[in-house]
């Protein structure tokens, strides 16, 4: 430890008798593991950290998947929701949900309201429990149950002012009364089902259609289950293949039933970001690529700068410093300069993470933050502080290897009438070169191809003259 704290004194004298050499390596280093924690941020906060919700482990979503679609999950009709609560035995609940929309009147100017039809197990199945009031009882999700609704923190707060006595006020929707019975919490977010800021247990009923459409066989649910202790994915979804083929039997004709239909299971986080682990993972190996970029960076300035410390070197070690303390002190001195320049990483990846995180998708839906709360949280600290220490080894090792082998007495002699670098440094630093050169051009040719692709998209003729049209949407 005595070492240690040696060694970073002196690497920190070395750094301020330097500050061209030192800004220009921690600007670099700056950007790269910036980018890098940017990215884990949202890596960790959508795949790494589990889900919100009460032992998500155990939560699965349920769909269907027709053969030759290119959607992973479909809708279900309410016949094989009916069925599948009956049959089934390796969830300890089931629920549906559906997206629909209704006018909410009374208390202030009209509003057209996102809503989520739920049946009355669906908060419980994910153990969600409201800020105010109680969740749904099994009688009012019945056609002939009294119409209840639970709202959103959000709706709360800007249509009622936050008002604790609003449990029991009746609302309009779609000129019909119903009964506000609950709040629910200002962290819940539900990214598997869309944007909701009411909820109904009316699932059996769905706007423009009629009670026969829907008993008809029209898919319009998708299920969330928990599965039971004993229970395991692989078990499940057996028995869903088995219901499934009952399903078929029973209606063959259905919209949703026939040969070319199965039942899809999976784990509900997994299908929750599974259009976005791809992208993630892109955009890890494209940051990936530029600290590896600013490592070679920093290498070569540390390859230049070594040719100013060779005397210096070369006197600690006819002074008796062994060629490890010498490897060990400029080791020091390159994970001084990451870590450095990884605390300020961390305050521009926190800015580029707050942008990322507002990119929304044509829908109005946060795309890339599925609207989960993003933050820095241990992993990421835990993970810039390990990317930092492995980054300033990594620049730092090969400068150092080089400056270790000094000839003390050549480099004595050679000193007074000056020198160049010797053959195997101008080898070394010429191969740093073309790794950089390398890597950029990846990056390059890849922002390319994504550059002519989104050309090529925007050029296609979309058969008609699209000049001077708009389009709109018309409640």
Not at 131 to 155: N, W
Not at 304 to 326: D, M, N, P
Not at 352 to 371: C, D, E, R
Request: net charge positive; hydrophobic share 45%; charged share 15%.
């Amino acid at each position: 430890m005595i070492l240690l704290l040696q060694d970073l004194r002196y690497g920190s004298r070395m750094l301020r008798k330097n500050p061209g050499f030192a800004l220009a390596a921690i600007a670099t280093l700056m950007l790269g593991i910036g980018g890098n924690a940017a990215i884990f941020t949202i890596t960790s906060a959508l795949l790494l950290r589990p889900l919100p919700y009460d032992n998500p482990q155990q939560l699965v979503l349920l769909g269907t998947h027709r053969q030759g679609d290119t959607d992973k999950i479909n809708s279900f009709s309410l016949n094989r929701y009916d069925l599948l609560r009956e049959r089934q035995h390796s969830f300890s609940g089931v629920a549906v949900f559906a997206n629909d929309s209704l006018s909410l009147t009374g208390r202030g100017e009209p509003q057209q309201v996102p809503v989520g039809r739920v049946s009355p197990s669906f908060f419980s199945v994910l153990g969600i429990k409201p800020q105010l009031g109680r969740v749904f009882t099994d009688d009012e999700g019945q056609p002939s149950g009294k119409q209840v609704v639970m709202i959103s923190d959000a709706l709360w707060h800007s249509r009622f002012g936050g008002d604790r006595n609003v449990i029991d006020q009746v609302i309009t929707l779609d000129s019909s009364p119903y009964t506000i019975i609950g709040v629910l919490p200002s962290d819940v977010k539900l990214p598997f089902m869309g944007p909701a800021e009411i909820f109904s247990p009316r699932y059996f009923e769905l706007t423009f259609m009629t009670p026969q459409h829907l008993r008809a066989g029209v898919g319009y649910l998708q299920g969330v289950a928990r599965l039971r202790p004993d229970s395991t994915l692989k078990s499940a979804a057996s028995e869903m293949e088995v219901f499934n083929k009952q399903y078929n039997d029973q209606y063959p004709k259905a919209p949703d039933g026939g040969p070319a239909v199965s039942m899809v299971i999976g784990n509900l986080q997994e299908l929750t970001v599974v259009n976005l682990r791809l992208l993630l993972v892109f955009l890890s190996i494209a940051v990936g690529v530029v600290l590896l970029i600013a490592c070679g960076n920093v290498a070569s300035l540390l390859l230049s700068r070594a040719l100013a410390r060779r005397k210096e070197i070369a006197v600690r070690s006819a002074l008796g410093a062994s060629r490890a303390a010498i490897i060990r002190q400029l080791l020091t001195e390159s994970v001084l300069l990451a870590l450095i320049g990884g605390v300020l990483g961390l305050g521009s990846g926190l800015t580029a993470t707050k942008y990322l995180a507002t990119i929304v998708s044509t829908n109005g839906q946060n795309s890339l933050s599925l609207g989960f709360p993003i933050v820095m949280d241990w992993r990421v600290l835990l993970f810039t502080l390990v990317v930092s220490v492995a980054t300033g080894l990594g620049f730092g090792i090969f400068p150092a290897l080089q400056l270790s082998r000094t000839n003390i007495n050549q480099t004595l002699r050679d000193e007074g009438r000056g020198a160049t670098g010797s053959h195997h440094h101008l080898e070394l630093k010429g191969l740093l070169v073309i790794g950089q050169v390398a890597l950029s051009l990846i990056l390059l040719i890849a922002a390319g191809l994504l550059l002519r692709s989104f050309m090529r998209l925007i050029s296609i003729d979309p058969g008609f003259d699209p000049s001077r049209v708009l389009t709109m949407k018309i409640s």
